[in-house]
């Protein structure tokens, strides 16, 4: 049975974020997701969904400073460092809020970086961040993101999302698929979710 959570970062938008959980319930929702947890207490947070008893089903590990362009480090080899302390505080925000999945977004490859060495950051990074996860109970997830949208991200179709697992190869390391991104990227959806769908654990 399919469940609808609310996108905190995108609907309600006309009140505050943390008065977003209460529009959620209050419109039938039993789970939210959202781009970032990172700019409120553990506590603020738990509290609203404790009270509008929802559940936290999705976020993502911290990608940089938003304001300024970043969408993601997760391939950038000069981030490693900020990678994997935001793997950390990604695990305590997860624990914190019961939060059983977390999406590391691949990025827009730096400039002067190769493809080859973004996909050899961006596999090693996740290398390191699956099995943390796993330890404490997180699925971790990648997403691939249009480029008309975003120009130069690098993760950016469902093939490509793919082999990066393959090559990860973890347990613990699944495919968020994002039908507005991959209908503008590879069309064909319904075969395209067949395909892939032992690998997708979030859409």
């Not at 969408?71 to 059983?100: M, Q, T």
């Amino acid at each position: 049975m399919i469940k609808l959570n609310a996108n905190l970062s995108m609907l309600f938008t006309e009140v505050e974020f943390l008065d977003r959980f209460e529009q959620a319930a209050l419109s039938g929702f039993k789970g939210v997701e959202y781009l970032f947890p990172y700019d409120f207490a553990i506590s603020d947070i738990r509290e609203k969904l404790q009270r509008f008893n929802l559940q936290q089903v999705l976020f993502n590990l911290p990608a940089g400073d938003w304001s300024i362009g970043d969408r993601g480090i997760s391939c950038h080899p000069d981030r490693i460092a900020d990678f994997r302390a935001g793997v950390d505080k990604a695990i305590e925000y997860a624990n914190g809020l019961d939060c059983k999945q977390c999406n590391a977004l691949a990025g827009i490859v730096p400039q002067g970086c190769s493809e080859e060495l973004a996909r050899v950051t961006f596999v090693e990074n996740l290398r390191y961040a699956a099995p943390r996860m796993e330890a404490a109970g997180i699925r971790l997830l990648i997403e691939a993101i249009n480029t008309r949208d975003i120009p130069g991200f690098y993760l950016n179709n469902s093939t490509q999302a793919i082999s990066i697992i393959d090559e990860v190869a973890s347990d613990n390391l699944f495919f968020q698929y994002d039908i507005y991104h991959m209908q503008v990227m590879e069309g064909d959806l319904a075969k395209n979710i067949e395909k892939h769908l032992k690998n997708i654990a979030h859409m």
